[in-house]
């Protein structure tokens, strides 16, 4: 490392004046001291002799003086003593002595003067020179003085010697000062440059990790956030360029950010789902934060970056409270904030009646028409509404001081709460997106509270379900329960002067788009076989599910066991792994089928199994989206047998994952997703033989025309990705209020503006 001059002139200049003055510092103490001690060694000699010498004068001879004297010659920086009279005459001095002084010195004669002792430096020969006089006295009688003389010309030595000392010291100081930087900065900095380059170019020259060093700690955090972004940026940018080479006009995060900011022209965007998108947990002694794998979190970020919005949510995990503020604010995502988490919390009660009962054992089995009867309870409706009321609450909170604020709510959780919305905030712009199928009118209309349901819908300026038929059965429903008037022309209800448009927008996956080569096989897929079937079978199937009575597991598995029966060849060479999220398990009836699904593997292994092989693997636990990817890269076969399902994205997922066209997606004709993936192979699950014959067919398919059919439904998940389907839904959502121009007093659209319903 070359320091710069700069650096080596400031540390040496910053050195040196803080030695120098700390030298300078030091030599005065240092003369302070050695002066006191000469002072007190020349009273303590003076007073020692005083009596003596008083006792000479009055009565001894001038040769006794003289021998006292020159008892004090030479020794070290003594110099000697002498007496005087009171007119200051010399009595006797120290032999040797008298040639350097001047006669008589000045603190004899104020000695003698104010009768106490006196002390002086004085220049002798170009020494200096210190004197202590004490006045000598007899019965009152001033007789004159004694005086000590001591050499001090060692005190405080030249100021060349203390210059070089301290330059010396300097020298020393800034060499170890810069070997410690070199040794401690150098090399990690070089570190750090090398890895940063890395990081700048995509280069690898073997430095994939930032130096360890603690000092750099957050240094290198922000700049891993800054590489990240840069590369995402480039991505985006090569992407969008790649895009507009091949005159395609795809969805980016990039392009859903800048769309979402143009159209929602400066309102902010308020999201709400039960399930939240940044949920901390505890593990162990430290806190740790998981995002749900749902597609909703990677679809809804970029609109929530671009307006700086806010995301209200249930706060479910155990470390929520802690990890937010009094009224549940953080700023996420945790590693990159860029819009406000608002957590809900609900009383045990409150999610009983509110999330397991009203909205998962009435509405999910109601909408789903999974042959799992709804149940109703009054007390499970009071508490979807007062959750509903609370979410709205925390809404308005939210929204408060915010001009014409967009609300985008999720799914058949909040029913309610566009109407109880837009009564208070009417110049509030509301969509609803229904995840889940909407069944027929007489399925809907067993429900005891569904007018309430369609009226709070209602409040809406735009409800979004999957696919067009969805969207029919809502308004076939809305026409036969309530007082309205349908616009079949334009989709759209007219109710109390209030108009709600009704559209199909079909949820996606990212699907980016980027070509990685396929890799190795993960090593906990492989572990898994190798643990489970002694290695990888000839033929891998996959189904991936949260345990759900909608998913059609039981079904999907029967249609297995059909395959071995039609095709016993298939014994030792076919296996199929079922990952099964466990999911509302406080629900007696997701109990029991998860029971069902672990007999029926059970029960068919037993069945089937020989030697090492059996034909089903299933892995009840909850994966990570990368885990699942590597299954999905491994499969031959995914099978997504739904009884019903408003998209189903493990269909859109498969696809996505298999960069390298192969594998063959077998797919229920009840999902969403069968309405656009029109090359898998689409089967109904409740038909077993067809179920095993199309299982038969995917694995005896040429490779050829598999190729084709994935290469055509990855190109249908790239273009429909969840980027379009956010950017069209809040697209929509603007357009209306645009279409329709202003508010009436009262904030709703007036009724000139509004499309004029048909009939
Ligand atoms: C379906 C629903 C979502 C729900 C998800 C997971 O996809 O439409 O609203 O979040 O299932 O279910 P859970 O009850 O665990 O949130």
Known sequence: MHLS?????????????????????????????????????????????????EQILATGSSRELQALVDQYRNRGHLAGMAVYDDGGNTLAITSGLASDLPAPPAAVSRAVQTGRGREDYFQSRGRRMHIFALPLSRDGRMMGAIAVFHDVAFIGAPVWRHALTGMVQTLLIVGVTLLIVHWSLGRPLRHMALWLRDLRTGAISGVSR????????????????????????????????????????????????????GKLNGSRLFAVSNREPYEHVHRGNSIACSVPPSGLVTALEPVLRASDGTWVAQGTGDADRETADEFGRLRVPPEHPQYRLRRVWLSEEEEEGFYFGFANEGLWPLCHIAHTRPVFRTGDWEQYRSANRKFTAVLLDEM?????????????????????????????????????????????GICPWQRDLLDGMLGADLIGFHIQAHCN???????????????????????????????????????????RATPESSPEVRDLLHRELGGRPAFLGLGVDRVDYTKGIPERLRGIERLFEL??????KFTFIQIGAPSRTHIKRYQDLMAEVEQEVERINRKLRTGAWKPLVFVARHHSHAEVEAYYREADLCLVTSLHDGMNLVAKEYVAARHDERGMLILSRFTGASHELADALVVNPYDTDELAQTIHAALIMPAE???????????????????????????????????????????????EDAPVPAG
């Open 5 to 53: 001059r700069r650096l080596m002139f400031s540390l040496f200049c910053g050195v040196a004046a803080v030695s120098m003055a700390f030298a300078v510092f030091q030599v005065q103490a240092e003369m302070h001291v050695l002066r006191d001690e000469i002072q007190r060694q020349a009273i303590v000699l003076a007073e020692s002799q005083q009596g003596a010498t």
């Open 567 to 572: 095709y016993p060849d298939y014994r030792e």
């Open 400 to 444: 408060h001081g915010e001009k014409q604020p967009v609300v985008f709510a999720q799914d058949y959780h909040f029913a309610l709460l566009p109407r109880m919305i837009k009564e208070r905030r009417p110049d509030a712009r509301i969509a609803i997106f229904w995840h889940i199928p909407w069944p027929n009118p007489e399925a809907f």
């Open 705 to 751: 025309e598999k190729r084709i059919r994935m290469q055509r439904m990855r190109a249908v998940v790239k273009e429909h990705n969840v980027y379009r389907w956010a950017g069209s839904l809040i697209g929509e959502l603007a357009e209306i209020r645009l279409e329709t121009g202003d508010l009436t007093q009262n904030g709703q659209r007036s009724r």
């Open 473 to 515: 059965n809502f308004l076939e429903t809305v026409d036969r329960a309530l007082e309205s008037r349908i616009d079949w022309e334009h989709f759209a209800v007219n109710r109390r002067d209030h108009l709600t448009t009704v559209r199909p927008f079909p949820i996606s996956v990212a699907a980016n788009g980027e070509s």
């Open 210 to 261: 930032p130096p360890k060093e603690t000092i750099f700690r957050s240094l290198t955090s922000e700049l891993t956030q800054l590489a990240t972004s840069l590369h995402a940026a480039r991505a985006a940018a090569e992407e969008e360029a790649r895009l507009r080479d091949a005159g395609l006009s795809r969805w980016t995060a990039e392009r859903l950010r800048i769309a979402v900011q």
